[in-house]
């Protein structure tokens, strides 16, 4: 099984990259796909991985799975609110993984064919920052199951849910916005930890089988 042997840093360009002859280890030699950097990475991580993406559209599903190791793995976008706007994915899934993954800046653009914007599985140790979900979609914002999740300066909006946390899950939310969704805080036999500011809903808050908002 292949692992880590340094630190890596890969380079991700929507519109000057290229999946087929670039080796993503600089800017001019930068990956199309975010998922391109992301097969790259070995499966046991033992040191900081960064993928630094430049803004553009990725018409993609972004899936970061089954990593484990003493290592982190950083996906990197805008570096707030107001920059995360150019980064633009279909949606972010995060799903079994024992080693940190941390996601800064990007925002969910799809309108079907997926539950939430962003979906964190069966993953240990999960940081979500500045990350949007706003367009107008019968699609939760932000949800979790069976995994530990810290989500802070996110904006949530128009969403069924704006943040879910499902079965065996614990989320820490702190600092997101967002308004017009159905229901801001949902907890279905998860627990939900806020601080400061939450996105709004016409359910406030709803729990079920068991669930903790506190």
């Given at each position: 099984m292949q692992k880590t042997t340094r630190d890596i840093t890969y380079y991700v360009d929507a519109t000057n990259g290229n999946d087929n002859t670039n080796d993503g280890l600089t800017n001019v030699t930068a990956f199309k796909t975010i998922t391109k950097a992301i097969n790259m990475i070995p499966q046991i991580v033992n040191h900081g991985v960064h993928i630094n993406v430049a803004s553009g559209t990725y018409s993609e599903i972004v899936w970061i799975g089954g990593f484990?190791?003493?290592?982190?793995?950083?996906?990197?976008?805008?570096?707030?609110?107001?920059?995360t706007v150019n980064y633009k994915v279909n949606a972010i899934y995060v799903a079994k993984n024992s080693c940190p993954i941390n996601v800064t800046g990007f925002q969910s653009i799809a309108t079907t064919g997926i539950?939430?914007?962003?979906?964190?599985?069966?993953?240990?140790?999960?940081?979500?920052?500045?990350?949007?979900?706003?367009?107008?979609?019968?699609?939760?914002?932000?949800?979790?199951?069976?995994?530990?999740?810290?989500?802070?300066?996110?904006?949530?909006?128009?969403?069924?849910?704006?943040?879910?946390?499902?079965?065996?899950?614990?989320i820490y939310s702190e600092n997101n916005t967002g308004n017009g969704n159905t229901t801001g805080l949902q907890s279905i036999s998860g627990t939900l930890m806020k601080n400061a500011t939450q996105p709004s809903g016409t359910t406030a808050?709803?729990?079920?089988?068991g669930g903790v908002i506190r």
């Open positions: 484990f190791g003493s290592g982190a793995i950083y996906l990197n976008g805008g570096t707030d609110l107001t920059t539950n939430a914007g962003f979906w964190v599985s069966c993953s240990t140790n999960v940081f979500i920052r500045y990350c949007l979900d706003t367009i107008t979609a019968s699609k939760n914002g932000f949800a979790a199951e069976y995994s530990n999740v810290y989500i802070a300066s996110c904006q949530l909006s128009n969403k069924t849910i704006a943040i879910l946390a499902y079965i065996n899950s614990a808050e709803f729990i079920d089988k």
